[in-house]
Each structure stands twice: as structure tokens, then as C-alpha cells.
């Protein structure tokens, strides 16, 4: 395996963007910037300004990619399994966020760096489970 700079610094720009995204929502709202809570508050707040709030956050997701692709270039993406396999993932991801409380980038990003014991077990739990479903999926599935 050799060591590619332009991964690193894709890298770099990326976790650059999900802090400074992450802060300046603290910041200009006073909220976390859990992905899961914003996305559930779109259907579940009453038609107000937070509503609009949340889903134009989650438009910018949508759109941020598209840009980096128009800038930079298409990205190559690899998506390994079936579709199927892919809304199973996808359901209990939701499933185990809702029960958590909050996602990766809740506990994971914002949760972590403000030293939050709760999202401290909330992500030491979604590694260890991530890991486990990774190492076990191949397993189960003769991959």
C-alpha cells in the first residue's frame, strides 16, 4: 500500500469541513450538528424557521458533494453489496441512531470534542459494533 498525498489531503479537507460546518452551526444556532436530529426535526418540527434550518443543512450535505465534484472533478466511489443489502444497512443504522440518541457526527464529531461521557459510550459502541459487523459480514455473506 503506498501513501498517496492526494487521499491525505482530500482527507484533511474533508474532516476540515465537518469541524468548521459543525462549529459554525454551534455558533450561529446553539445546537449540535447531529445529522440524525436534524434530519428527524425536518419532519417533526412544526413549520417553522428551525424546519427551514434543518433542511437547508441537509440540502447543503447533498449539494457539497456535487460541488467537489464539479470543481475537482467526478470522484470515484465504490458502493460493495447489493441494493437490497444496502436499505437493510441503511434501516438499522436508523434504527440504532434513534436509539442512541444521535449519529456519528452528533456523538462522534461534536459529542466527542466537548469531552460528552454519553457520546463517548454512544461512539465507542458504534466502532465496536462497525467493526464487528465488518469483520463478520465477509463471514456470513462468503464475501
Known sequence: MMFD?????????????????AAL????????AGISGIAVSIANAPA???RL????????????????AALAGPVEIGVPGSIPLLLVAGLLV???TRTGN?????????GLSRLSKRSM???????VVAALVAGLAPLVMGG
Open 53 to 68: 434550518e434543518s433542511a437547508a443543512f441537509i440540502a447543503g450535505l447533498i449539494a457539497a458533494p456535487l460541488a467537489y
Open 5 to 21: 498525498l492526494s487521499d491525505a489531503l482530500n482527507g484533511l479537507l474533508g474532516g476540515l469541513s465537518i469541524g468548521v460546518a
Open 102 to 110: 444521535g449519529c456519528t457526527s452528533g456523538h462522534g464529531v461534536c
Open 48 to 50: 417553522t424557521r428551525r
Open 25 to 32: 452551526f454551534l455558533l450561529g444556532n446553539g445546537r449540535i
Open 94 to 96: 436508523g434504527i440504532g
Open 121 to 127: 459510550a454512544a461512539t465507542a459502541t458504534f466502532m
